[in-house]
Nanobody, 119 residues
Framework: QVRLVESGGGLVQAGGSLRLSCAAPGSIFSTNAMGWYRQAPGKPRQLIATITAAGSTNYADSVKGRFTISRDNAKNTMYLQMNSLKPEDTAVYYC?????????????WGQGTQITVSS
């Protein structure tokens, strides 16, 4: 069973910053795409950022320019640096790992971490 472990959530004021981490098994991390999703209350889970094993990134328009996804291959860890946070960023954030070189098909999930941005 593949286990992804997230850390770094919490409460922050609007305009502040947070960094999320996601540790994954090396067998997955070294070759496969990974990403960050979020789910706000009453809304579907939304893909907000992806990164391939080679380091290519993509972002949803809602976070582009404010969030940065990155990975440390030596630590098998992915990060999401979140700056200029807004109240509408409040959600449970999930990291995900693909079985492929792109985000597709059945994913492996982290446990989720709550981010609350106060106005």
């Amino acid at each position: 069973q593949v286990r992804l472990v997230e850390s770094g959530g919490g409460l922050v004021q609007a305009g502040g910053s947070l960094r999320l981490s996601c540790a994954a098994p090396g067998s997955i991390f070294s070759t496969n795409a990974m990403g960050w999703y979020r789910q706000a209350p009453g809304k579907p889970r939304q893909l907000i950022a992806t990164i391939t094993a080679a380091g290519s990134t993509n972002y949803a328009d809602s976070v582009k320019g404010r969030f940065t996804i990155s990975r440390d291959n030596a630590k098998n860890t992915m990060y999401l640096q979140m700056n200029s946070l807004k109240p509408e960023d409040t959600a449970v954030y999930y990291c995900a790992a693909s079985k492929y070189r792109v985000i597709a098909g059945t994913l492996y999930w982290g446990q989720g971490t709550q981010i609350t941005v106060s106005s």
